[in-house]
């Protein structure tokens, strides 16, 4: 059984960078069938897919047109984990962040999730 | 403004049926079999329920049942019990770069 846990702070203040990890168990980062993804929630943006990471062979990320300027998302195969970073947040970026594994079309398992609140 | 058009509410009472629409486009719910539905309740992460339109994932219970027609995809939870109060969402590939766009949640109240 797959499952997703996820880490890292719930404050952040606007123009610095949110971070986030996600460590999996029951499956390999490295996985050449699953994709890595991360996906927000807000109740003004509603969900929204960030991007994501997979390995065929190499290494490979996609990310969403609306934070492609300011998003990496990493893989650590040493740590069987996937990282989120969002540079230059604002309050807008506030929203509760998921991790979630991609299978060939649907996200399953999700993270619990995890509430990123932009703020000084 | 969500991508997916649902609707904000629906409600009925136990042992009846419901359904749910997500309407998108030929660029998303009309162009690709790929729609999903996911359920979650207050404070929990989104849960699998349809994949591929129509698909349930191993434990989900066959009271729920997708389908599509044209743009827009329907969820049917039939026998409503008490714990299906809950959000649920539709989501779809597109062929934009966005890759995977979603609805803006129905809220189910068990009566």
């Known amino acids: 059984q797959v499952q997703l846990q996820q880490s890292g702070p719930g404050l952040v203040k606007p123009s610095q960078t949110l971070s986030l990890t996600c460590a999996i168990s029951?499956?390999?980062?490295?996985?050449?069938?699953?994709?890595w993804t991360w996906i927000r929630q807000s109740p003004s943006r509603g969900l929204e897919w960030l991007g994501r990471t997979y390995y065929r062979s190499k290494w490979y990320r996609d990310y969403a047109v609306s934070v492609k300027s300011r998003i990496t998302i990493n893989p650590d195969t040493s740590k069987n984990q996937f990282s989120l970073q969002l540079n230059s947040v604002t309050p807008e970026d506030t929203a509760v962040y998921y991790c979630a594994r991609e299978g060939r079309n649907w996200f399953d398992p999700w993270g619990q999730g995890t509430l990123v609140t932009v703020s000084s | 403004q969500s991508a997916l058009t649902q609707p904000a509410s629906v409600s009925g009472s136990p042992g009846q049926s419901i359904t749910i629409s997500c309407t998108g486009t030929?660029?998303?719910?009309?162009?690709?079999?790929?729609v999903c539905w996911y359920q979650q309740h207050p404070g929990k992460a989104p849960k699998l329920l349809i994949y591929d339109v129509s698909d349930r994932p191993s434990g989900v219970s066959n009271r729920f049942s997708g389908s599509k027609s044209g743009n827009t995809a329907s969820l049917t939870i039939s026998g409503l019990q008490a714990e299906d109060e809950a959000d649920y969402y539709c989501?779809?590939?597109?062929?934009?770069?966005?890759?995977?766009?979603f609805g803006g949640g129905t809220k189910l109240t068990v009566l």
């Open positions: 030929s660029s998303d719910v009309g162009g690709y079999n790929y």
């Open positions: 029951g499956d390999s980062v490295s996985s050449n069938s699953a994709a």
């Open positions: 989501s779809s590939y597109t062929s934009s770069s966005t890759r995977w766009v």
